[in-house]
């Protein structure tokens, strides 16, 4: 069983997830912010892992805080799930058009957290959340997850189908990386390790 549950409570944040690897997509998802929920929503359904996410925050100040929090405890869940990670590809990449706009994600979790964003958006809101927040997110998922995580996109004039399809592209990449290949016989690693 590939499942993982944490909570992380400080000042600013409260942030409870759970997190089967091995799920089927099914997904609870609340935070204070609509539109982060529904993105977060798209890492469940397009990865196909099961995830239960109950997020506070002080989004009356920002959305900052709950963001970054968020995707640095759903990257901590996967990190815990894939335990010392023997047997996964550990590699996942994604290539997503969502109409206009075009995104790559390439990740590689090999425990050493390296976060690159060609992505350059600009200062604007899709509903209630910071559009420069999506980069927040997926810099938190990369220290959590303990991997290189490289965002880069290739086009796009819409924020929303940029940012979504963003969260789509991780979701397919995470599920390539984290799948098992009977190829392989232990770590996939010449150093014997993917953890720090």
Same mark, same amino acid.
């Given at each position: 069983?590939?499942?993982?549950?944490?909570?992380?409570?400080?000042?600013?944040?409260? /942030?409870?997830?759970?997190?089967?690897?091995?799920?089927?997509?099914?997904?609870? @998802? +609340? %935070?204070?912010?609509? =539109?982060?929920?529904?993105? @977060? *929503?798209?890492?469940?359904?397009?990865?196909?892992?099961?995830?239960?996410?109950?997020? %506070?925050?002080?989004?009356?100040?920002?959305?900052?805080?709950?963001? *970054?929090?968020?995707? =640095?405890? /759903?990257?901590?869940?996967?990190? +815990?799930?894939?335990?010392?990670?023997?047997? /996964?590809?550990?590699?996942?990449?994604?290539?997503?058009?969502?109409? &206009?706009?075009? !995104?790559?994600?390439?990740?590689?979790?090999?425990?050493?957290? =390296?976060?690159?964003?060609? $992505?350059?958006?600009?200062?604007? +809101?899709?509903?209630? =959340?910071?559009? *420069?927040? #999506?980069?927040?997110?997926?810099?938190?998922?990369?220290?959590? $997850?303990?991997?290189?995580?490289?965002?880069?996109?290739?086009?796009? &004039?819409?924020?929303?189908? /940029?940012? *979504? !399809?963003?969260? +789509?592209?991780? #979701?397919?990449?995470?599920?390539? #990386?984290?799948?098992?290949?009977?190829? @392989?016989?232990? !770590?996939?690693?010449?150093?014997?390790?993917?953890? $720090?």
């Amino acid at each position: 069983m590939r499942v993982a549950q944490l909570r992380r409570e400080t000042k600013e944040t409260t /942030i409870d997830v759970t997190l089967d690897l091995d799920g089927r997509g099914a997904h609870d @998802v +609340k %935070t204070p912010l609509p =539109f982060l929920t529904h993105m @977060v *929503e798209q890492l469940s359904r397009h990865g196909l892992f099961d995830l239960t996410v109950r997020a %506070t925050g002080d989004v009356e100040i920002d959305g900052h805080h709950t963001t *970054e929090d968020l995707g =640095f405890v /759903i990257g901590q869940c996967v990190a +815990k799930a894939l335990g010392d990670r023997a047997g /996964i590809r550990r590699y996942g990449w994604a290539l997503l058009p969502m109409d &206009e706009a075009r !995104v790559a994600v390439t990740l590689d979790l090999c425990g050493r957290p =390296f976060f690159v964003w060609e $992505a350059a958006l600009p200062k604007a +809101k899709i509903g209630d =959340f910071d559009v *420069e927040l #999506a980069e927040v997110f997926f810099e938190g998922f990369a220290r959590g $997850a303990m991997c290189n995580l490289h965002v880069v996109k290739e086009r796009g &004039e819409n924020l929303h189908h /940029i940012v *979504e !399809v963003t969260f +789509k592209a991780l #979701a397919k990449a995470l599920e390539a #990386a984290t799948r098992f290949d009977p190829r @392989v016989s232990g !770590v996939p690693s010449t150093k014997g390790t993917l953890t $720090a």
